[in-house]
Every structure is written in structure tokens, then in C-alpha cells.
């Protein structure tokens, strides 16, 4: 533990960087601000009992939660290539990493290796998005033959503490196609909802696999009556990649960069409180 005689003014622009993300939550996107906002509660309950403790601050914990902050706008892409796990394994291995002694050589290394994690992944899903509309445009589907059910099927699993989750998805020929049942936008509405009033009929169907595991739907023709077209799948992935892009981009200038000048001026206290 190390005192610090805190700054009033440095604890008021720390809770004003707190509360201003959710005035933008149309650029941000709902999803980064409700794991925004449960980060925001943790940390404050760890800080004010850090606060409270003898009237010290842990600093060594204190500026780690500074730093969780500054990695947050990477949720939406680590979730959109990886899944969401991916990245609280990498947020528990970078405070592994960068709470070792920084004087070893090769430790200074890893914790550039730690770093390039977070500068790689904008510049893979780039790549991954270009790719995928590359093979719809060059027509480098896989193509299935299938009959259409009658309604979409479902699974369930614990997706938190006494939770479960229950996910939906178009079976067509072996082949699952993830949908949100709940979802407006067309892709999910058309899979989840209009295929249907075609139950019984046979579809041949044009698809391509995402991070070479998830089937994404391309085109789909029933009765030689195109249903869903590549042109809508390509016009999808532009919307779904400007709004990742979007809310990438007003992250790391609502969040990231106001809790990294906040943490290096915790720095700047600790040197001076040392």
C-alpha cells in the first residue's frame, strides 16, 4: 500500500469519465455500454473499499483498473472474430503479464507482445470482412439442398450466474444458421421469421463459413423465386462493419482515451506521493 495525498480534482474527472459514455449510447452501441457499466460498478466498489482502507489507495490495483478501462472499445471485435470469452482471457493474461517485474529483459518483450494483441485485432477483421465479401462476390459459396422446417430451432445454455440463454437458429440441410428471434434488422428477421411461410418446400442455398465455423447465410431460392440475395448479404455486411467501425472508433475517444490520460496521471501521483 502507498499513500497518496489524492487530488479532489482528479477523483471529479474520474467519475465525469465514468458517467459520459452513456450520454452517446446510439454511437457506442448497447452492448459496450452494459459491460461498460457493470465494469464501471465493479471498479467503483473496488476503489472506494481500496479508498476506505486506512484512508490509502492500492495503486498497483488502481491503475490496472484504469488500464481495463482503456481496452474496453475492443469487446464488439474480439466478440464479432473470437466470442466474448476470448477477450476477459486476454484482460486476465495482460494483468498477469504486466504485474511482473518490468526490469527482466524478455518480460519487456511479452508485454509488447501483450500490446500487439490489442493493435492486431482492428487490423484482422478488416481483413476478415474483406475476405468473406470477396468469396460472396467471387462466388466462392458452399451450397446446400434442403427442405424448410416449419419453425426455427432452439438451444439453451447457462450464459451467467443462474441464467439460461436460449439461442435460435434455421436447420437447413444439417446446416445451422444463427438468428436473433427478437431482431429487427432483415437477415435475422428473414431467417428467423419470413422463411417459414415456405415450410415444406425444398431450398437450395448459398452459404459461406465464418472464422470457418459459423454458416452465414449468402442466398437462398425457393420454386425459382430468389427469397434472400447476395446483394442483401453484402449490403449486411457493410452495415454490420460501419456500425462495428463506428462504435470502435467512439470508444477509443469516449473511453480509452480519457482513462488513459487518467492513468497516466496516476502515475504521475504515485511518483510524487512516493
Known amino acids: 500500500m502507498v499513500e497518496i495525498k489524492e ?3 482528479f477523483f471529479l474527472v474520474l467519475l465525469f469519465a465514468a458517467i459520459t459514455p452513456f450520454c452517446f449510447y446510439s454511437l457506442l452501441g448497447l452492448e459496450t455500454l452494459f459491460v461498460f457499466g457493470m465494469m464501471t460498478l465493479c471498479s467503483s466498489l473496488a476503489l472506494l473499499s481500496l479508498f476506505l482502507s486506512n484512508g490509502n489507495l492500492d ?6 483498473i484504469l ?3 482503456v ?4 469487446v464488439d471485435m474480439v466478440h464479432e472474430m473470437w466470442g466474448r470469452s476470448w477477450f476477459f482471457i486476454y484482460w486476465g493474461v495482460a494483468f498477469f503479464v504486466y504485474g511482473l517485474n518490468g526490469s527482466i529483459y524478455w518480460v519487456k518483450w511479452l508485454k509488447i507482445c501483450v500490446l500487439s494483441v490489442l493493435l492486431f485485432v482492428p487490423i484482422a477483421l478488416y481483413f476478415e470482412y474483406t475476405t468473406e465479401k470477396q468469396d460472396i462476390i467471387a462466388n466462392r459459396t458452399q451450397t446446400l439442398s434442403g427442405s424448410i422446417p416449419e419453425s426455427p430451432s432452439s438451444f439453451t445454455k447457462p ?7 436460449t439461442f435460435y437458429f434455421l436447420d437447413l440441410a444439417g446446416v445451422k444458421f444463427n438468428c436473433d428471434l427478437h ?14 411461410q415456405h415450410a415444406g418446400k425444398t431450398a437450395t442455398a448459398q452459404y459461406i463459413l465464418e472464422n ?3 454458416a452465414r447465410l449468402v442466398s437462398l431460392r ?11 448479404t453484402l449490403a449486411w455486411y457493410q452495415q454490420r462493419e460501419q456500425t462495428l467501425w463506428r462504435e470502435f472508433g467512439a470508444g477509443l475517444l469516449l473511453i480509452s482515451l480519457p482513462f488513459l490520460l487518467l492513468f497516466a496521471w496516476a502515475r504521475k501521483l504515485t511518483f510524487q506521493a512516493a
Open 159 to 165: 450464459c451467467g450466474k443462474g441464467r439460461r440463454c
Open 59 to 64: 495503486v498497483f490495483a488502481f491503475k490496472w
Open 67 to 69: 488500464l481495463l478501462f
Open 212 to 214: 470457418q465455423k459459423e
Open 7 to 9: 487530488n479532489p480534482l
Open 222 to 232: 425457393v420454386d425459382n423465386q430468389i427469397l434472400w440475395s447476395p446483394e442483401q
Open 71 to 74: 481496452t474496453m472499445p475492443y
Open 183 to 196: 431482431s429487427k434488422k432483415a437477415m435475422d428477421k428473414f431467417i428467423c421469421q419470413d422463411i417459414y
